[in-house]
């Protein structure tokens, strides 16, 4: 039982380069998230579904979006990098419908780290 | 203003130690509290999850307590071990049923042998 899967673990950019970051859950959550990581925060929301077909912005939405294509999978797009967006990023996914699934806890994949130059 | 505060910043502890990280959040309504394990080049893990009518709750050697009247909860370790080194992070989730979670800037604790 994998969990949340991202792929790439890594990523280096050129500022203005576009990429998708991959996430799959394969627990039948129907709830998934993207968050970014920053030294010396807290995880921030970017955007989450919260079932398949459904997407909406979190805190800081901008300069990214977001597709979910299944109910396993959802991806995170970066259109023009920019610098500020160095940042390591997670996907989370829960078990029930709504926002944050009420009592049930999140799972996390390992990150995609990403630096843009 | 929602906020979650973490205390302390970070911490170092000789193994076999005990030690108490403390959260204090500012929200409203609350709903539940979670506490996460982060190691060093991964996910968040849960621990556990508090409601408001939770005073205690463990998992393993890891005890959290929530005083819901002083908004106030704190994640006790027991007999630390190396493999305890890692970031805990404190989450609030308030607002209900279309909540939101705030998620604190975590204790890193470093586990000495």
């Known amino acids: 039982n994998a969990g949340v899967t991202q792929t790439p673990k890594f990523q280096v950019l050129k500022t203005g380069q576009s990429m998708t970051l991959q996430c799959a859950q394969d627990?039948?959550?129907?709830?998934m998230y993207w968050y970014r990581q920053d030294p010396g925060m807290g995880l921030r929301l970017i955007y989450y579904?919260?079932?398949?077909?459904?997407?909406d912005k979190g805190e800081v939405p901008n300069g990214y979006n977001v597709s979910r294509l299944n109910k396993r999978e959802f991806s995170l797009r970066l259109e023009s990098a920019a610098p500020s967006q160095t940042s390591v990023y997670f996907c989370?996914?829960?078990?029930?419908?709504?926002?944050?699934?009420?009592?049930?806890?999140?799972?996390f994949g390992d990150g995609t780290r990403l630096s843009i130059l | 203003k929602n906020q979650v505060e973490q205390s302390p910043q970070s911490l170092i502890i000789l193994e076999g130690k005990n030690c108490t990280l403390q959260?204090?959040?500012?929200?409203?309504?609350?709903?539940?509290l979670r506490w996460y394990k982060q190691d060093t080049g991964r996910g968040p893990v849960s621990l556990t999850i508090?409601?408001?009518?939770?005073n205690t709750k463990s998992n393993g050697r890891y005890t959290a307590t929530l005083d819901a009247d002083t908004k106030q909860s704190s994640l006790h370790i027991t007999a630390s071990q190396l493999s305890d080194s890692a970031s805990y992070i404190c989450?609030?989730?308030?607002?209900?049923?279309?909540?939101?979670?705030?998620f604190g800037k975590g204790t890193k604790l470093s586990v000495k042998p």
């Open positions: 627990m039948n959550h129907n709830s």
């Open positions: 959260c204090n959040y500012t929200v409203s309504p609350f709903s539940n």
């Open positions: 989370a996914s829960s078990q029930r419908l709504g926002r944050w699934g009420s009592n049930q806890p999140q799972h």
């Open positions: 508090m409601t408001f009518s939770e």
């Open positions: 579904s919260a079932s398949e077909g459904t997407t």
């Open positions: 989450v609030v989730y308030y607002g209900g049923s279309q909540g939101n979670l705030i």
